[in-house]
């Protein structure tokens, strides 16, 4: 069984920085697409940040620029690092893996961001 464990979430000031991590256990696959997504209460879940197994990379824009995106294969972890963050940046952040035809969530972890 596939679990995703997140971890970095917290509290950051504007300006700051945090780095979430996420571990994918359980598949003896490599991961297909691994990457962060992010919603707000009463809002769609929206794209963050994608990377490939190739290591191609998408942004959304309202992160590029301050947000990047990186991946470990041999420890099936992907990570957020988040710079210069903004208070709007403040809601709670999925990690999200491609295996095969299977797509996978994490539990969640918020950040918040104080102005």
């Known amino acids: 069984q596939v679990h995703l464990v997140e971890s970095g979430g917290g509290l950051a000031q504007a300006g700051g920085s945090l780095r979430l991590s996420c571990v994918v256990s359980?598949?003896?696959?490599?991961?297909?697409?691994m990457g962060w997504y992010r919603q707000a209460p009463g809002k769609q879940r929206e794209l963050v940040a994608t990377?490939?197994?190739?290591?191609?990379?998408n942004y959304a824009d309202s992160v590029k620029g301050r947000f990047t995106i990186s991946r470990d294969n041999a420890k099936n972890t992907v990570y957020l690092q988040m710079n210069s963050l903004k208070p709007e940046d403040t809601t709670v952040y999925y990690c999200?893996?491609?295996?095969?035809?299977?797509?996978?969530w994490g539990q969640g972890t918020q950040v918040t961001v104080s102005s």
């Open positions: 999200n893996v491609v295996l095969g035809i299977y797509t996978y």
């Open positions: 359980g598949s003896i696959f490599r991961p297909n697409a």
């Open positions: 990377i490939t197994s190739g290591g191609t990379t």
